[in-house]
């Protein structure tokens, strides 16, 4: 089933457009915004899990969370924005990979 829609409908139709947003700030940018979002929704949320994965100081993160707030504007209080973050995440990766 997600074949299908990715093949028929592509990525950025499917997937967060906040993603995309992330990536292409990424690129100009240099930073490592879209892979903090991604780190942080995997430990539910955790700023200490995070930053030890990232192995990135706890203020380093809280600025990229700031950051990605400014330019995303997502409600992560809400269950289902997370949801959708974390299949988009999913999708881009299985994408990525195949």
Not at 35 to 58: G, T
Request: hydrophobic share 40%; with cysteine; aromatic share 8%.
């Amino acid at each position: 089933m997600m074949n299908s829609a990715v093949g028929e409908l592509g990525l950025r139709l499917i997937c967060r457009p906040e993603l995309f947003t992330l990536m292409d700030y990424d690129k100009e940018h240099t930073s490592e915004l879209y892979r903090s979002l991604r780190v942080f929704l995997k430990w539910e949320r955790s700023i200490a899990r995070a930053c030890e994965e990232l192995n990135v100081h706890r203020t380093t993160l809280l600025y990229r969370m700031q950051r990605i707030d400014q330019l995303t504007h997502l409600n992560l209080d809400d269950e289902k924005v997370r949801l959708e973050l974390i299949l988009s995440y999913r999708l881009l990766e299985r994408e990525k990979y195949s």
